[in-house]
């Protein structure tokens, strides 16, 4: 059994004709509810529910602050590597887009962790390309040795790997799991990944759970909105961190919702997501899993980004680079992707003591 065995009776499911079934008044009766249903999550991601974002807003709200409280962690990615085996339409990375690839020796990481750490971030996302070569259980675990130097949590978010893989990295002191399916539609899946081993959806839909399975403190999972129909996308996505929750319940389950951004290459993404459905798609989630993580990056604007905080958001990035070395070497390499907030973290801190919140830099600690 496997979150696939879900997916596999939900995939050929009218989804638009029974989004557009739901009513007004279909919507007003679940937001009376204490705790929602499948099916009631489903209603509020309906276009019928696009009248009612303020009364979910408060609601989202209201619960946020009673499993949260007014904080909100911080935390960067930190690219080491931009090699990658997959042929993705729509990544910068992709193995056929050409431009001069690196990955970081220890001494760069280093330098870009004492770079992260000046700024006082305490936690930390590594990243790279899919390349088991150049993304190596060795490699990481070396760097690993570096990180815990400077940082309470380190994070995840490469190739999917095989349980035992996880496990060895867990044991160097890896705590979090990172893994977007991209898009739960399996045929747009194979239509959009057409070389590499990232072709194979099932492996990478199972991978949030092997990542339970070793013993990853946290695990978080999205689909990138944009490549299929949002609404569609964010409710599978929801069902999938449910699940993850009722069957692993040492593991705190984060949900977050990336946009397509530009990228190297011509891909342009065929379903535009606008600022109030990415909204919807937030205010759903946060009443559908009240205890859920809501991550929200530097692809968003500062304006979007200062009004989600309220709403449901629990983790930000701030003052992030999406390319290897990029905070001692700005602009000497590929980004995977533009980001779109590029304030420093004393003005994110500033900005969450505005509005009353408390910036978390370290809930963890590496033993």
Known sequence: MS????YEKLKDQPFKSLFDEITA??????????????????TLLSPAAEGYLEEMAQKAHQLTLQHFGYTMQLFLPLYVSDYCVNTCKYCSFS?????????????EVEEEAQAIYAMGIEQIIILSGESRVHSSVDYLSKIMKILRKYFSSVGLEVQPMDREEYEELVESGIDTLTVFQETYDQEIYRDLHTKGPKRFYKY???????????????VTIGALLGLDDWRKESYITGLHGSYL????LDTEIGISFPRVQPNAGSFQPEIHVT????????LALRLFLPRAGIILSTRETPQLRDQLIPLGVTKMSAASSTEVGGYTQPENTQSQFEISDERSVEEVRQLLHEKGYQPVMKDWQIV
Do not use: H, I, W
């Open 245 to 248: 929750q009722d069957n692993y």
């Open 3 to 6: 979150f696939y065995n879900v």
């Open 25 to 42: 008044s279909d919507v007003e009766n679940v937001l009376q509810k204490d705790g929602l249903t499948e099916a009631d999550y489903f």
């Open 275 to 282: 600022d109030q459905n990415m909204v919807q798609a937030m």
């Open 204 to 218: 990478r839909l199972d991978t949030p759970e092997r990542g339970c399975q070793a013993g990853m403190r946290s």
């Open 95 to 107: 193995v056929d887009n050409v431009f001069p690839r690196r990955r970081l020796t220890m001494e």
